[in-house]
T-cell receptor, first 112, second 114 residues
């Protein structure tokens, strides 16, 4: 079964706006990662946040992690049409060999 | 291009036939994972290798599925007696455990069972 649940399932915004996606998970984790998938390029790793971290930045991406609430958020600032894709959060744990447990994803559409 | 390759990219087969997929990971990566993704869902873990050793298999991996990673390099995933429910995208990913745990995914093999 899939561990994470992303919210919203779909999001439509205009270029230049910010996009926020949320993820909830159920069990203890070592790391939480965000991946992007679009039809032409497969799954691409965006950012990883460790369970002892609360916030991380990478370019236009900002990820937060609240282990007490078992939730994370991904903020994409100043979005571009090229950000159109599906975004997945994935958790891993040492007990499961760091295999990724994905949610169902958020489908983001950025219109010019 | 992440450096992980998968072949074939597409496979159409008739129910009951056997199929085999190949994954070539990034050469220095010691961990290799297989996932399956159906439409509208996130990828689901199938199995993983540490070098040539298969260390864990998901309950999704029925007896009809077998995976190998001879010599700790490329890996193959075979499905015997395919069923329509096996239609999915099969993804391979590799990583170096000491490197931070992010996984590098191949483009996937899309299997259609008719």
């Amino acid at each position: 079964s899939q561990q994470g649940e992303e919210d919203p399932q779909a999001l439509s915004i205009q270029e230049g706006e910010n996009a926020t996606m949320n993820c909830s998970y159920k069990t203890s984790i070592n790391n939480l990662q965000w991946y992007r998938q679009n039809s032409g390029r497969g799954l691409v790793h965006l950012i990883l946040i460790r369970s002892n971290e609360r916030e991380k930045h990478s370019g236009r991406l900002r990820v937060t992690l609240d282990t007490s609430k078992k939730s994370s958020s991904l903020l994409i600032t100043a979005s571009r049409a090229a950000d159109t894709a599906s975004y997945f959060c994935a958790t891993d744990a040492r007990d499961s060999g760091y295999a990724l447990n994905f949610g169902k994803g958020t489908s983001l559409l950025v219109t010019p | 291009d992440t450096g992980v390759s998968q072949n074939p990219r597409h496979k159409i087969t008739k129910r009951g036939q056997n199929v085999t997929f190949r994954c070539d990971p990034i050469s220095e990566h010691n961990r290799l994972y297989w996932y399956r993704q159906t439409l509208g869902q996130g990828p689901e873990f199938l199995t993983y290798f540490q070098n040539e050793a298969q260390l864990e298999k998901s309950r999704l991996l029925s007896d009809r599925f077998s995976a190998e990673r001879p010599k700790g390099s490329f890996s193959t995933l075979e499905i015997q007696r395919t069923e329509q429910g096996d239609s999915a995208m099969y993804l391979c990913a590799s990583t170096v455990l000491a490197g931070g745990y992010e996984q590098y995914f191949g483009p996937g093999t899309r299997l259609t069972v008719t």
